[in-house]
């Protein structure tokens, strides 16, 4: 094959896609300046190095987390370019105590709920980290408030992430379609379809589970015994946790297995954030064919989906993967006579 053959002449981009898929201008200029914003991220990320951008920044964010360099900068980036997107009308930042209210002459109709830099406590040692947004669309007759985030998940109009690794990769999906990747191409500065119609594996994909066991003195019973069951048997499962969780995710979504975070006594919400972690991973998992679950929560175990977040920084457990895993974790909950939802 000439290297001329190997020259796409025809690529599919960001806009182009959604375009096509939605036919939505604003969802267009939406989609554009988060992509924006993830260029610019990653572009720092590859400098932390050189560029004295690890360590802390001296202030502490919303999670009372002590807050990097680059959270500072992350967050800046994707505030700057939402608020001039003029396209949304209101922002959530894990960074940000407070919800960001665009002014009236840049407002629009998209509500943003995002962590500009999640794992961002591995930066210094050069683990991957992430960025997770939600989008939802303000109300009919609002104005925008953070009344228009704090909706159930089913509400949700996309969902996305970045992982910011060995390749600069966006996945998201909009409300009832399938999930998509596309990888940066740093030589056009365009995020190009790589990933059409991405499908949790149906199989359940590789045994691989999830979690982070130093919490599993605190966990439920059920919990423990699921774990226990994915390390037992003839050929027990592998574990794999990075602690960074669109590293965790993208590795579930692709590979397979079960990802943990559940309700337990130290954190009985969970630790992950409901609005910018839980409901859009939640919604990628479910519309790539997998399950997202609650686990025991607040007396059920529910989708993820299904939770409405009563504060912007509320927190919710997450338990990830597929009918064979999501089931083993079941049976544990059936034994001890809890209820539990068809798979
Ligand atoms: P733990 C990072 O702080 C984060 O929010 C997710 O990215 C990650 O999956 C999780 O917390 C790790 O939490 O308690 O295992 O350190």
Redesign the pocket.
Known sequence: MSTADQFNVDVSTLNRFVMANTRDPDLVILMNAIATSCKLITSAVQRAGVGNLYGLAGEVNS?G?DQKKLDVMSNDMMINALVNSGVCCVLVSEENEEPIMVPKELSGKYCVAF?PL?????IDCNVS??TIFSVYEKREGSDGTVEDLLRSGAECLCAGYVAYSSACELVFTFKGKSVHGFCLDPTIGEFVHTRPNMMFPQDGGKKIYSC?E??SNYWDKPIQDAVAAFNQGPKPYSAR??????A?IHRTLLYGGIYI?PADNKSPKG???CLY?GIPMAMIIEQAGGIASTGLFEGKIQRVLELTPDEIHCKCPIIMGGPRDIGVVYEQYKKAGIETPEL
């Open positions: 999670t987390d962590d999640d794992g961002s406590s591995n980290v992430g982070n130093g919490n946790y990075v602690g960074s969780m669109v965790d975070y630790k992950l954030r972690e």
